[in-house]
Structure formats: C-alpha cells, structure tokens
C-alpha cells in the first residue's frame, strides 16, 4: 500500500480516470439517444467534466512542485497525469466533432466503438486501482494486455466502420464526417493504451 503522504498521487489518478469513465458513458447516452437540437447542452455537461479533470491535473503538478520525494520520478508523474487526462479529452474530441460536423443520425459502428471506449476507461480505472500498490500487485500485466487488447479491437472496428461508409454511402458530407468521428473514437483507445504503457514502464523502473 502507498504511505500515505504519497496515496494523494495514486488517489488523483484513479480520480481523473473516474472522470474519463464518466465521459466515456455520457457520450454513449448521447449518442444511443441523439437529439441533435440537445447536443450543445450535452456538450456543455461533458466540457465539466472534462475541466473536472483538468483541475486534478493541476493540483498533482502543484503538489508535485513542493514534494521533496515523490513516490516516484517527477517526469513520470508528469506524463502519466497528462496522460490519463487525455482520456477525457479525447472523448470530448468526439462529442466535438458530432456537434462541429451537425450530424443528425447516429451511425451504428459509433455505438460498437464508443462501447469498447467504455471499457477501455473502466480497465484503465482498474488498472490505476492496481498501481496504487504496484509493487505488491499480481493484476498489473492482465490488465495491461486487457488494454492492449481493447485497443486492437478498436482499430479492427474502425477499419470495418471506414469501409463500409465507403461501400454504403454516396454522400461525400457523410463521409468526410463520420470518418472524422471514427478517427477520434480510435483516439480515444489509443490514449487509454498511452496510460498502459506509462504504467508499465514506472513499474519496470521501479521494480
């Protein structure tokens, strides 16, 4: 278990990670239950969320600022809080792009997408969970490879989701739109497997 004068570290990032896991299911409601003439109001609540987490971003850095011995490196604190907050903006990317692009319906392949962005966010909790005590925990690599795992099926998603936009529509605006959108859905899983591999190489540098 972390001491407890380092457990604010560890704490701010299963809290930012929370964050990540609320936007994640509020961008799946939206979409599961598009109204477009409601989108800017869902688009305002998911910005909260998104300078919720930003502001625990920013209180590790000021903490870490007047720590004398960290749990561990600066640079790697650094990075792996940046990182886990760049879940939260990802998934605001797409929201973004939903309201930028004026999409009034929903493509299917969004919501097998934005579902295994959920459970990319939920394994990158549980992960940060683990990494509280990193050096005592036998979940770590599972839960790395879970991610790892996800992340692939992500992209298999959005090759077949590109695809088919192109074999089934013959609007152009379509297109250029919902290819934009799955682009930053894919992100979303890339920067969950970010946080992945931050963790391990703190665990490997401090093993």
């Given amino acids: 278990m972390a001491k ?3 457990s604010f570290y560890f704490d701010n990032f299963i809290a930012c990670a929370e964050d990540s896991c609320r ?3 509020m961008l799946k409601e939206t979409l599961e239950n598009f109204q477009p003439d409601s989108l800017q109001g869902r688009l305002d609540r998911l910005h ?3 300078h919720s ?7 590790v850095l000021d903490r870490l600022a007047r720590e004398f011995i960290p749990p561990i490196e600066r640079e790697d604190i650094v990075t792996l809080s940046q990182n886990i907050d760049n879940i939260t903006d990802k ?3 797409v929201m973004l792009r939903v309201y930028m692009n004026n999409v009034q319906e929903i493509e299917p392949g969004a919501l097998r997408m934005t579902d295994v962005v959920i459970r990319c966010c ?5 992960l940060l969970e683990e990494f509280k005590d ?3 925990s036998k979940n770590l690599k599972s839960l790395i490879i879970r991610i790892n795992d996800l992340e692939e099926e992500s992209d298999k998603l ?3 989701n590109v695809r088919t936009l192109y074999v089934e529509s013959k609007d152009p605006i379509r297109i250029i739109a919902w290819r934009d959108i799955f682009i930053y859905l894919e992100r979303c899983a890339d920067a969950c497997e970010h946080v992945a591999d931050m963790v391990e190489s703190v665990v490997m540098k401090n093993s």
């Fill in 53 to 59: 987490a930003d502001i625990k971003k920013h209180e």
């Fill in 122 to 126: 939920q394994a990158v909790r549980e």
């Fill in 23 to 25: 936007a994640a299911e």
């Fill in 4 to 6: 407890k004068q380092d």
């Fill in 158 to 160: 959005f090759i077949q």
């Fill in 91 to 93: 998934v605001e990317d």
């Fill in 48 to 50: 909260e969320i998104e």
């Fill in 134 to 136: 990193f050096r005592r």
